[in-house]
Antibody, heavy 116, light 112 residues
Framework: EVQLVESGGGLVQPGGSLRLSCAAS????????MNWVRQAPGKGLEWVSN????????HYADSVKGRFTISRDNAKNSLYLQMNSLRDEDTAVYYC?????????WGQGTLVTVSS | DIVLTQAPLSSPVTLGQPAYISCTSS???????????LSWLQQRPGQPPRLLIY???NRFSGVPDRFSGSGAGTDFTLKISRVEAEDVGVYYC?????????FGQGTKLEIK
């Protein structure tokens, strides 16, 4: 069974940093592209970032480019999102999402709150 | 960026009746590999999103056959043939044909 478990969310002040993790199991992690998608409270879904299985190919939403860094450790079956210079508008539930040619599996999400 | 526009934004439906949600894309979603990467997601209250349909019309594992998808190019439809109480929630279309991936605004399905 595919399992994606996010962690690392919490309360952080504007301008601060946070690192999210996603522990994957139940599938060959190194073979899959992975994404982070977020959802602000009461709002819709926003794609944040994608990292290919080859690790080298990475994409970001314009809203986070230059502030967030996606990475993965295939030996640890883990996906990460380093978030710097956080803003109020980054407050959201962050989901780890596995991708395979249009098929997406979603984790339960971790809440990030940016507030002073 | 590709903009996905859903209609209606709210859909009150009688139990056992069909429901239809449309999704219109600002440009063709046909990928260079010939596939069209248009998906439908369901988000029940307090739950993460769940994939229902991928590549226009393919039902994901475990999805009941009352859910079906259709369309081509820029116009797509999700049909629920007979709405059940557990179908209440918000439905999103999503494109992963090109980056940045984008979502529709969401359609709230309610029971009349």
């Amino acid at each position: 069974e595919v399992q994606l478990v996010e962690s690392g969310g919490g309360l952080v002040q504007p301008g601060g940093s946070l690192r999210l993790s996603c522990a994957a199991s139940g599938f060959p992690f190194s073979s899959y592209s992975m994404n982070w998608v977020r959802q602000a409270p009461g709002k819709g879904l926003e794609w944040v970032s994608n990292i290919h299985s080859n690790i080298r190919t990475i994409h970001y939403a314009d809203s986070v480019k230059g502030r967030f860094t996606i990475s993965r450790d295939n030996a640890k079956n883990s996906l990460y999102l380093q978030m710097n210079s956080l803003r109020d508008e980054d407050t959201a539930v962050y989901y780890c999402v596995r991708e395979w040619f249009g098929e997406f599996n979603w984790g339960q999400g971790t809440l990030v709150t940016v507030s002073s | 960026d590709i903009v996905l526009t859903q209609a209606p934004l709210s859909s009150p439906v009688t139990l056992g009746q069909p429901a239809y949600i449309s999704c219109t894309s600002s440009q063709s979603l046909v990928h260079s590999d010939g596939n069209t990467y248009l998906s439908w997601l369901q988000q029940r209250p307090g739950q993460p999103p769940r994939l229902l349909i991928y590549k226009i019309s393919n039902r994901f594992s475990g999805v009941p056959d009352r859910f079906s998808g259709s369309g081509a190019g820029t116009d797509f439809t999700l049909k629920i043939s007979r709405v059940e109480a557990e179908d209440v929630g918000v439905y999103y279309c999503m494109q992963d044909t090109q980056f940045p991936y984008t979502f529709g605004q969401g359609t709230k399905l309610e029971i009349k």
